[in-house]
C-alpha cells in the first residue's frame, strides 16, 4: 500500500483499542470522512505506520500530510477549538 493517501484524514487503527474508538467517535461527531488503515492482520501496513509516525502505538493520525499523533493529540486539539480549523 502506498503511503501517500489522497485522503484528507487517515487513521491507523486496530479494532478493539479504545483509544481508537474515542478517534472514530470523535470524527464521526464532526461529521469527518476519514480513511481508516487497520494494521491488525496487516504487518506491511503496520511498518508503514512506524516509518511515518516514528511511533508503534495506535491510533496514529494524518490530517492532509501533518501528522497529529495518537487521540491524546486529536483530543487536545478539540479541547483547545483547533481541531476544527486543522479539518477545514
Not at 71 to 82: I, N, P, R, W
Amino acid at each position: 500500500m502506498q503511503a501517500e493517501h489522497q485522503d484528507k484524514v487517515r487513521i491507523y487503527t486496530t479494532q478493539f483499542c479504545p483509544y481508537c474508538i474515542r478517534a472514530r467517535m470523535l470524527l464521526k461527531s464532526k461529521g469527518v470522512e476519514y480513511q481508516e488503515l487497520r494494521i491488525d492482520y496487516d504487518l506491511a501496513l503496520r511498518q508503514e505506520m512506524q516509518r511515518l509516525s516514528g511511533r508503534h502505538t495506535v491510533p496514529q493520525i494524518w490530517i492532509g500530510d501533518q501528522h497529529i499523533g495518537g487521540f491524546s493529540e486529536l483530543s487536545m486539539l478539540e479541547a483547545a477549538g483547533e481541531l476544527d480549523n486543522l479539518l477545514s
